[in-house]
């Protein structure tokens, strides 16, 4: 038998509709059709502002204004967004009214008609005051509020946080409530992320805050870049063409190397989920240098100065440091913080006050345990040739000699500036 | 040969450093365009124009001198 349906495709065929049942069945319940539902329509304002609003109701007519809900709070809009001020905007507009076709009064009726026409008889008396048009109008000295110092003290949150701030950095703040974060000691987290927008925010006039937000854009945008095609290339040269596919054409290497560069932008995506979960960005930056860096320096600097250091050596100390930078985080835990991506995976064995001082531990456990085991494994390995050490241990290099240059062209002259110039503005800005 | 980098840096930092000298000058002691007291978007505008053409004449000396 052959079947037709796949060549015509779903055109022209009876396809059987699987959503909502009840509904197709006809055994769709709907609120409107709930014998005690009612209808409600609004009173608006028909001028753009006025105070003393009273409102008449018609014979009979089941009216709600703002003077009975006062249970109802004001609605306040939530939007993270640089020096946002919340206006809350109420209901019912009450004795006030901003702007025209602000509800003033709900009509609740047994029918739509009904609840219509209830609302077209009810008046409304305001007085009426000079609108607000334009925002130079709004902005000039003197003019009329138009959020009322009482609408604005319905923002205000009910216990009002006390200010701990350092310069301009603001508070982090609880992406669900609004209100600033606090630590395991009760005091307000500060979001260190925002410094430098704040800086620029706060000294920047516009004009200068576009040039300024432009080049912190393209230096993580470089930054970005760099960082992408480092993985990119380590990942393909120096592993993937030396260890694991000797031999391939250019082409394929060169997939390769996008394959790495989507999947390297992948990982850092989801790094971005992992470090959300930090107080700053240098918290999670500083982990991860504990477990990288940090023994990588101990086999750098091995490397570099001990003619002895052999590749097994080198190798194993890396591994191992790695391991015990895990083992360190494993079994410590910040205070406050949770099981996790924090630490205490292997059974939390001690507590540190904060995130760096458990970091700065877990690198040192890392480093020295690189150390230690570099040098051991090393001594117990057959050593290289010095002759194939030329160029690569700082004892087996000849020195490059800089003394025809003149003072401004040698690092060290440079170098000693640098140091006086950071110390020295450090000095004056403490 | 290979474009010479200080012609579309001069021009970035040029273009850039007009537009904010233009705008520091047509804004100049408004409200809200100097928090700190000082006209800064003036000050780096003009910073920024004498760089670009500062590099935009460096890049003409060097591209007459291979012409000769």
Redesign the interface.
Known sequence: MVSHANRGGWVGRSLRRVEDPALLTGQGRFTGDLPAAKWVRFVRSPVAAGRNVRVLAPEGAMLVTAAEITVLRPIVPMLHKFKYAPIAQPILARDVVRFVGEPVAAVVADSREVAEDLAECTTVEIEETTPLVTTTAALAPGAPAVASAAAAATVAPANPVPERREGIVPPKLDPRTGEPLRDARGRVVLDYDLATPMMLMHFFPAGLLGLGLTALLASFMSGMAGNVTAFNTVWTYDLYQSYIRRGAPDSHYLAMGRFATVFGVAISIVAAYVAASFNNIMDFLQLVFAFVNAPLFATFALGMFWPRATGHGAFTGLVSGILAAAVHHGMSLPAGAHVGVKGGYFGVVTTYPSELAQTFWTAIAAWVTCFVVTIVVSLLTRPRPAEQLHGLVYGLTPKPTDDVKRWYERPGPLAVIVLTLTVALNLIFF | MGIDLRMPLGALFGV?GLL?TL??AA?RGQP?????GVP??LI?GVVLLAFGLWMLLLARRARRASKM
């Open positions: 850039l904010l705008y520091g804004t809200g365009t100097e928090p700190t800064v978007n780096w």
